[in-house]
């Protein structure tokens, strides 16, 4: 099995900061992707941030700038560094990740339960 688990999310004023973490932990062989999405009421979930195979990130137009995706390969932990925040990044937010299992063949996606990040104005 697999988890991920997230941590860092908050109520925070306009212009403030946060930071997400995301741990993958279980019986891990190799990590292809993390990822971090952003589920804001009523909307579909959406692509923020991620690291690809090749190790590039990826950013929504909305937070390039102002958001950044590192990682910790030797913890298989992926931060989510939130600065400048608005009332419109208001979501719930989830870690996700792509990975080869021990013993099992093929890539599988795995999905964390969410943090909530509330942004007042």
């Known amino acids: 099995q697999v988890q991920l688990v997230e941590s860092g999310g908050g109520l925070v004023q306009a212009g403030g900061s946060l930071r997400l973490s995301c741990a993958a932990s279980?019986?891990?062989?190799?990590?292809?992707?993390m990822s971090w999405y952003g589920q804001a009421p009523g909307k579909q979930r959406e692509l923020v941030a991620s690291?690809?195979?090749?190790?590039?990130?990826n950013y929504a137009d909305s937070v390039k700038g102002r958001f950044t995706i590192s990682r910790d390969n030797a913890k298989n932990t992926v931060y989510l560094q939130m600065n400048s925040l608005k009332p419109e990044d208001t979501a719930v937010y989830y870690c996700?990740?792509?990975?080869?299992?021990?013993?099992?063949?093929?890539?599988?996606?795995?999905w964390g339960q969410g943090t909530q990040v509330t942004v007042s104005s």
């Open positions: 996700a990740s792509r990975l080869q299992e021990r013993g099992r063949l093929g890539w599988r996606d795995y």
């Open positions: 279980g019986n891990i062989f190799t990590i292809n992707t």
């Open positions: 690291f690809t195979s090749g190790g590039s990130t």
